[in-house]
T-cell receptor, first 114, second 110 residues
Framework: NAGVTQTPKFRVLKTGQSMTLLCAQD?????MYWYRQDPGMGLRLIHY???????AKGEVPDGYNVSRLKKQNFLLGLESAAPSQTSVYFC?????????????FGPGTRLTVL | TQLLEQSPQFLSIQEGENLTVYCNSS?????LQWYRQEPGEGPVLLVT?????EVKKLKRLTFQFGDARKDSSLHITAAQPGDTGLYLC??????????FGEGTQLTVNP
């Protein structure tokens, strides 16, 4: 039982390049989330999904796209990377919502955009 | 706009001291969670509080949810170096979304 895994762990991009971050969970969770973490800003929600085939915008969605084609996977795409997207990205998943919304986080992807 | 404000942002104390971290908001939350994050890892849930005025204890950690469910506190008794980490509070907003505070970086020196 690996929990939540993220690929890759580190990446350096040049401005304008594209990339996809992969998140996988083996806990059969319905809900999945992508956050970015910046110094002094805590975790900010980019996009989330409440089930296979669904996606929704979070607090800071601009410049990112997501897809949830399979229940266990949640992909985060950057079509044209910008230096402002330099951050640590965390994926999380949860079984449900409300008081049962314990979110399980992956180890993070550190992205640098030059 | 940060819905949840944590204070202090940084805290450095000696082993054995007590400390309190605060999480405040003008919004009402249906539940509030506390996470701890260590360098290079994702946050890990410590506790969830749901009822206004609720107090939960986890060994030397005591968590309290404000009566109006707008604020919370985390108190650590006799801190140890193993308590070092980033402590994050998160309030549940509409649907399944959590809003996180900016975190309190705690360093406990031996």
């Amino acid at each position: 039982n690996a929990g939540v895994t993220q690929t890759p762990k580190f990446r350096v991009l040049k401005t304008g390049q594209s990339m996809t971050l992969l998140c996988a969970q083996d806990m059969n969770h319905e809900y999945m989330y992508w956050y970015r973490q910046d110094p002094g800003m805590g975790l900010r929600l980019i996009h989330y999904s409440v089930g296979e085939g669904t996606t929704a915008k979070g607090e800071v969605p601009d410049g990112y796209n997501v897809s949830r084609l399979k229940k266990q996977n949640f992909l985060l795409g950057l079509e044209s990377a910008a230096p402002s997207q330099t951050s640590v990205y965390f994926c999380a998943s949860s079984y449900g919502q409300g008081a049962y919304n314990e979110q399980f986080f992956g180890p993070g992807t550190r992205l640098t955009v030059l | 706009t940060q819905l949840l404000e944590q204070s202090p942002q940084f805290l450095s104390i000696q082993e054995g001291e007590n400390l309190t971290v605060y999480c405040n908001s003008s919004s009402v939350f249906s539940s509030l969670q506390w996470y701890r994050q260590e360098p290079g890892e994702g946050p890990v849930l410590l506790v969830t509080v749901v009822t206004g005025g609720e107090v939960k204890k986890l060994k030397r950690l005591t968590f309290q949810f404000g009566d109006a469910r707008k604020d919370s506190s985390l108190h650590i008794t006799a801190a140890q170096p193993g308590d070092t980490g980033l402590y994050l509070c998160a309030g549940e907003t509409s649907g399944s979304r959590l809003t996180f505070g900016e975190g309190t970086q705690l360093t406990v020196n031996p």
